[in-house]
C-alpha cells in the first residue's frame, strides 16, 4: 500500500450540509490530489496541491475547495453538498513532477440525499 | 478539451485466452502513458506504464505498446487468470502550462471466466 488513509471511507450526508474529505499521507510526497470516480467517467481530477498551500483547479473543481496546511494532510470540503456529488472520491499521491507515477488511496463512499 | 477514449468499455475472455484493451488521445504533447487496475471496493493499482520515447514495454503476462503517430496505445493481457478480472483504467499525462496532469479513460471492465 502507499501509505494513504482517506477518512471517511463511507458517509450519508444531506444536500446543502458541508462535508470534509481527509486525505493523510506517510510518504512525504510533494504532490496530492483529488479525484472523483463515476460510471461511465472514469476518474476525473478535481483539485490538486504540489506543496504546502499550494493547490490549483482540475478539470471538475465547482463545487469543491481544498486545503494543505501540512504536507502530509489534504483536504476536501463540499460547501453545501448536492446530490450530484454522490461519487467514490479517491486521494492521490506522486512524487515527482505532477502526473508521473499516481498512487491512490482506498477511496471515499459520498452518498447525498 | 483533452480527452482519453477506451475501449471496450466491457470485455468478457476464456481463461489463457489473451485480452486487449485500446486508448487513444488527443494531446500530442503527452509524454507519459499509465495503466491501473481496480478491483472492486479497492482504489486503483499501477500495473504497468510506458513513457514516449518508448513503443513498447512488457512485465510477464501484461505489455503496453504505443503508437505515437497514431496517438493510441494498448495494453494486451496474455494467458488471463480469473484474478484478472477488474476494471482497467489508461491514462495520459496532458501538458497544463508548465504542470503536467493525468486525464483517464472511461474504463473497461475485464472479466475471465474459468
Known amino acids: 500500500d502507499a501509505g494513504i488513509t482517506q477518512s471517511p471511507r463511507h458517509k450519508v450526508t444531506e444536500t446543502g450540509t458541508p462535508v470534509t474529505l481527509r486525505c493523510h499521507q506517510t510518504?512525504?510526497?510533494?504532490?496530492m490530489y483529488w479525484y472523483r470516480q463515476d460510471p461511465g467517467h472514469g476518474l476525473r481530477l478535481i483539485h490538486y496541491?504540489?506543496?504546502?498551500?499550494?493547490?490549483d483547479k482540475g478539470e471538475v473543481s465547482d463545487g469543491y475547495s481544498v486545503s494543505r496546511s501540512k504536507t502530509e494532510d489534504f483536504l476536501l470540503t463540499l460547501e453545501s453538498a448536492t446530490s450530484s456529488q454522490t461519487s467514490v472520491y479517491f486521494c492521490a499521491i506522486s512524487e515527482g513532477s505532477l502526473g508521473n507515477t499516481i498512487y491512490f488511496g482506498e477511496g471515499s463512499w459520498l452518498t447525498v440525499v | 478539451g483533452e480527452n482519453v477514449e477506451q475501449h471496450p468499455s466491457t470485455l468478457s475472455v476464456q481463461e489463457g485466452d489473451s485480452a486487449v484493451i485500446k486508448c487513444t488521445y488527443s494531446d500530442s504533447a503527452s509524454n507519459y502513458f499509465p495503466w491501473y487496475k481496480q478491483e472492486l471496493g479497492k482504489g486503483p493499482q499501477l500495473i504497468i506504464d510506458?513513457?514516449?520515447?518508448?513503443g513498447e514495454k512488457k512485465d510477464q503476462r501484461i505489455a503496453v505498446t504505443l503508437n505515437k503517430t497514431a496517438k493510441h496505445f494498448s495494453l494486451h493481457i496474455t494467458e488471463t487468470q480469473p484474478e484478472d478480472s477488474a476494471v482497467y483504467f489508461c491514462?495520459?499525462?496532458?501538458?497544463?502550462?508548465?504542470?503536467?496532469?493525468?486525464?483517464f479513460g472511461q474504463g473497461t471492465t475485464l472479466q475471465v471466466k474459468p
Open positions: 491514462a495520459a499525462k496532458i501538458s497544463s502550462g508548465n504542470t503536467g496532469k493525468l486525464i
Open positions: 510518504e512525504n510526497h510533494r504532490y
Open positions: 510506458i513513457r514516449s520515447n518508448v
Open positions: 496541491s504540489y506543496g504546502v498551500k499550494d493547490t
